[in-house]
């Protein structure tokens, strides 16, 4: 795997592929009769309007991260792009793990980031268990042209007579059992008759094969599970890699996009498609899988058995935890879905694993955040700044614009008095070389205000700097004639005491401190930062309405937005997004 420190140059191979098809016209006579279905369906129907069909096929058993937006954005775009359709199916066929929960929350995702399933007049939103029932029939189908058996194996049996990568499989005992008998077991099988894990049905294809998937795959398994959808109507229910052609085929997809685990799983799928095809279910062409390197993103794990155990373990305070690679926990942190979309954009889609830098993340937010982020101030450690010649119970207005590139935003006003608050590293008792800011003897510019010079300091008994005394040069106040008179090196950003509003500030980094937190043996629990999060009390910019969803770029400190769940104007509490540059060391 290779490492990517900067963006890289966006690549698709798959919109070659499309290219190529489309010229050939390889889909060109693909039918389609409005609804998925087996080729009874689709044969006396239309040619398909859709010039491709392609589809999101998550599992509702958990929340979606970025590595998910990444297939979203290359499905839903490609399309798009080709006036295609993208389905969206929920590949519900493990009842153990699946919940409506999690339904939900991918459908508000995929349209979070502004996609749909709609075409025309269809809504393509499916599930795999719309299909149990044909899935059902296509597997006695199997059975009684001799491509599959019911094996009364156990499961570890069936491990240690699959072979290995350098020894064949062993043929299961059952292997050639009479047609009937296997027809009557599977049967008994979906009728509740036998317990989980007593046997299975298995395609028979060949235990000598080189592709150890391809040693008679298990294509349904005995599970007494209650299903989310269908209750207790099946006590089988079908593997993924059998279940995963099916549905593509009935739902009539042209190109099935997979990340790079799927492709040693590509000859059966093709197996699948091609016997169901001689049976008469389906018709050429038939759906094609190709597969694209998944997102590996530095600092980052999107295990869902790991994201799962940082909820249950209350490592994070939930599946939308800001600190967590889940779109929800990205929205709540402030990220756009532009931004996202970028991101996706820059890293493009290739064969070739590689691992994409965090920092490629933060920034494809900020090139979307700064040109329509209002500016605004924070002081998130506050000490107190006292003008010892301005008068007491005085004070003025200052004004700066909304958005220094967008002069139709217009300005936001402030207030300047006597007494401000100023970020604590805006001084030094002893500055270090090139220190431009606030320490004694200096003059520096309050942005948007006067020039000042500092004059003393104020400690407490442990030493810590609790106020800074400066005098200000009244000719000097920015957009007057006589603010250029006084040449200094520093600003600093300040808000009126009197008139400040208070705010809690929540700043986010990242939740590992190592870079590859899900690499080797790594016990990924004892990576975790214990500084991705800081909760401060900080003032901020008077005007400032902190209402649900609201972004500002706090000037220096980064972009930050108003929690949706927590956050009010009466009680701001902001989140920060990200800071204005990459500070990661």
């Avoid at 990568?165 to 062993?170: A, D, E, F, I, W």
Wanted: glycine letters at 6%; aromatic letters at 10%.
């Amino acid at each position: 795997m290779t490492t990517e420190s900067t963006t890289a140059p966006v690549s698709n191979f798959l919109r070659s592929i499309i290219d190529q098809d489309l010229k050939a016209q390889r889909h060109a006579s693909k039918r389609w009769g409005g609804k998925p279905g087996p080729e009874q369906v689709h044969a006396a129907a239309d040619i398909d309007p859709a010039r491709i069909r392609t589809r999101f096929p998550p599992e509702p058993n958990g929340y979606l991260h970025i590595g998910h937006a990444k297939s979203i954005c290359l499905n839903f775009g490609l399309a798009r792009d080709y006036l295609g359709a993208c389905h969206l199916r929920f590949d519900d066929t493990n009842p153990e793990k699946e919940e409506q929960e999690y339904v939900d929350a991918i459908i508000d995702m995929v349209h979070w980031l502004g996609f749909d399933w709609n075409f025309q007049n269809e809504t393509n939103l499916y599930f795999a268990s719309d299909y149990f029932d044909d899935m059902y029939a296509f597997a006695e189908a199997l059975i009684k042209a001799g491509f599959a058996y019911v094996d009364e194996q156990s499961p570890e049996q069936m491990r240690e007579t699959r072979g290995t990568l350098k020894s064949p499989g062993t043929n299961s005992p059952w292997r050639d059992r009479p047609v009937e008998e296997s027809l009557t077991l599977l049967r008994e099988m979906r009728d509740g008759k036998h317990p989980d894990g007593s046997m299975a049905l298995r395609a028979k294809i060949d235990m000598a094969s080189p592709n150890i998937n391809m040693r008679d795959p298990v294509m349904y398994r005995i599970r007494h599970a209650e299903h989310h959808r269908t209750g207790n109507k099946w006590c089988i229910y079908p593997m993924y890699s059998w279940a995963h052609p099916v549905e593509d085929a009935l739902e009539k997809i042209t190109h099935s996009i997979c990340t790079l685990e799927f492709e040693d799983q590509r000859p059966f799928y093709n197996w699948t498609l091609e016997r169901l095809r001689d049976l008469g279910f389906l018709a050429d062409p038939l759906p094609q899988q190709y597969e694209f390197a998944r997102l590996y993103l530095s600092y980052v794990v999107t295990s869902k058995r790991k994201l799962r155990q940082l909820v249950v373990e209350n490592h994070v305070n939930g599946w939308d935890d800001p600190r967590m690679p889940t779109l929800a926990g990205l929205r709540r942190r402030g990220y756009t879905p532009e931004a996202i979309r970028l991101f996706c954009e820059r890293i493009g889609v290739s064969k070739a694993d590689s691992r994409i830098d965090y920092s490629i993340l933060e920034q494809a937010l900020r090139d979307d955040l700064d040109p329509k982020a209002p500016r605004s101030v924070a002081v998130l450690d506050p000490i107190k700044l006292i003008i010892t010649n301005y008068p007491e119970g005085q004070s003025e207005e200052c004004s700066a614009p909304a958005h220094p590139k967008d002069s139709e935003a217009g300005v936001r006003t402030f207030p300047l008095s006597r007494e401000l608050w100023i970020e604590r590293d805006d001084f030094r008792i002893e500055p270090e070389k090139k220190y431009f800011r606030l320490y004694p003897g200096n003059t520096v510019r309050l942005k948007y205000g006067y020039v000042v010079t500092c004059t003393g300091y104020k400690q407490d008994d442990n030493g810590n700097v609790t106020e800074v005394y400066v005098e200000y040069m009244p000719e000097t106040k920015s957009g007057t004639p006589g603010a250029d008179s006084v040449k200094v090196k520093g600003n600093i950003t300040w808000i009126s005491v009197p008139h400040a509003i208070p705010a809690q500030v929540r700043l986010y980094d990242r939740l590992f401190s190592d870079p590859h937190p899900d690499t080797g043996d790594k016990d990924f629990l004892a990576l975790l930062n214990p500084n991705s999060l800081t909760t401060v009390d900080a003032w901020v910019e008077p005007g400032l309405v902190a209402e649900p969803g609201a972004r500002w770029q706090f000037e220096r400190l980064g972009y930050f937005m108003a929690d949706p769940i927590e956050s009010t104007p009466e009680k701001p509490v902001l989140n920060r997004t990200a800071t204005l540059r990459d500070t990661w060391v």
